[in-house]
């Protein structure tokens, strides 16, 4: 069974800093992998799809990489500011066309101003 | 257009009645999810529609739990004899195919 693990849980961290945050999946067999914000009592956002045939994707300040053969996806903020405080979920398909993503359990971000 | 809605946003009941959470998608949308986050936790997948095709219910966490999904638009889930574990944050999503999924804001679910 997949399994997301996200580190660090929870991250608080000056206005200005660059920051990385992880996840792993247990099967490394990923098909897509999405990146999401989620705002407290707020639906999630997407931030950026990396699609089966892509390692990386980048929106602005925000670069996220995936790494196929250990399971491994990082999300790159650069130059926080405290409107990135959020929580961030990280979420990947398995299998081809079912669309249906596993999610981690997140990373809390806060950013000091 | 407007993006995925939800009602109700708060819905507190007690424990054994049962509950309607309504999801309306984003227009043209073929692909519906009910997701439910519970404290703590992860989103947990619960089922998907896509178009005409029979429903993906394998995340559904028991009997108590099902969804329809009318005229390929509007969505409800059910939830039959609540349970306090059923609390938790419901979710529902769309896509238009394009694996990129919009979120709603989500239906609180309090049962006491």
């Known amino acids: 069974k997949q399994e997301v693990t996200q580190i660090p849980a929870a991250l608080s961290v000056p206005e200005g800093e660059n920051l990385v945050l992880n996840c792993s999946f247990t099967?490394?067999?990923?098909?897509?992998l999405q990146w999401f914000r989620q705002d407290p009592g707020k639906g999630l956002t997407s931030l950026l799809l990396?699609?089966?045939?892509?390692r990386e994707q980048t929106s602005g300040r925000l670069n996220a990489s995936l790494d196929k053969s250990s399971g491994r996806s990082t999300l790159y903020i650069a130059a926080s500011q405290p409107g990135d405080s959020a929580t961030y979920l990280c979420?990947?398909?398995?299998?081809?066309?079912?669309?249906?993503?596993?999610f981690g359990t997140g990373t809390r971000l806060k950013v000091l101003a | 257009g407007a993006g995925v809605s939800q009602s109700p946003s708060n819905k507190v009941t007690e424990k054994g009645k049962d509950v309607e959470l309504r999801c309306d998608p984003i227009?043209?949308?073929?692909?519906l999810y009910w997701y439910r986050q519970s404290l703590g936790q992860g989103l947990e997948f619960l089922i998907y529609?896509?178009?005409?095709?029979?429903?993906?219910k394998s995340g559904l966490p028991s009997d108590r739990f099902s969804a329809e999904r009318t005229g390929g638009s509007v969505s409800t889930l059910t939830i039959q004899r609540t349970q306090q574990e059923d609390s938790a944050v419901y979710l529902c999503?769309?896509?238009?195919?394009?694996?990129?999924?919009?979120f709603g804001p989500g239906t609180r679910l309090l049962v006491l």
């Open positions: 990396i699609q089966s045939s892509q």
């Open positions: 227009s043209g949308h073929t692909a």
């Open positions: 999503a769309s896509s238009s195919g394009s694996e990129t999924q919009y």
């Open positions: 979420a990947g398909e398995n299998t081809s066309g079912t669309y249906k993503y596993i």
């Open positions: 529609f896509q178009g005409n095709s029979a429903p993906d």
């Open positions: 099967d490394s067999a990923i098909y897509n």
